[in-house]
């Protein structure tokens, strides 16, 4: 599958998140705020990226993230409304690279990039036995 036949520039989609305890710094490490922690907002941004690509993929075909450049710019507290974006900057045969951000109201809390590599389900479950 070439993505350029199905993926278009500019493709979006957002999340929003009410940050819980348990995406905290402070639940995995002893000690530190429990304010929203940076691997939870990137994953929020790789879901994004992933709910960008619904309905645009052929049947037999995911995407796996492959690339992460972000910083996270403020803090969150628990309760904070998060808004997660991402948009398609890039296509590249199997590779889609996005924008990405979060919000906090108002506040960009998060920006960078996110690739996303295309892989046939088929054979990477018979590559590496998972199912």
Same mark, same amino acid.
């Given at each position: &599958? ?6 278009? !520039?500019?493709?979006?989609?957002? @999340? ?9 710094? /402070?639940?995995?490490?002893?000690? &530190? ?7 939870? &907002?990137?994953?929020? &941004? ?15 075909? !995911?995407?796996? /993230? ?15 409304? !998060?808004?997660?974006?991402? @948009? ?7 590779? !889609? ?7 906090? /109201?108002?506040?960009?809390? /998060? ?21």
């Amino acid at each position: &599958m070439d993505a350029r036949n199905h993926i278009r !520039i500019g493709i979006s989609a957002e @999340r929003f998140l009410v940050v819980p305890p348990e995406r905290t710094v /402070g639940h995995f490490l002893a000690g &530190m705020p429990m304010v929203y922690a940076t691997p939870m &907002m990137i994953l929020e &941004m790789e879901m994004a990226a992933c709910d960008a690509l619904v309905g645009h993929l052929e049947p037999g075909w !995911i995407t796996v /993230g492959t690339e992460v450049d972000v910083r996270h710019l403020a803090a969150s507290p628990v309760g904070a409304t !998060i808004r997660t974006t991402a @948009r398609v900057i890039e296509v590249v045969r199997r590779v !889609i690279r996005f924008e990405v951000e979060a919000f906090d /109201g108002e506040r960009r809390i /998060g920006a960078g990039r996110h690739g996303r590599g295309l892989v046939n389900t088929d054979q990477f479950q018979k590559r590496f036995g998972a199912g």
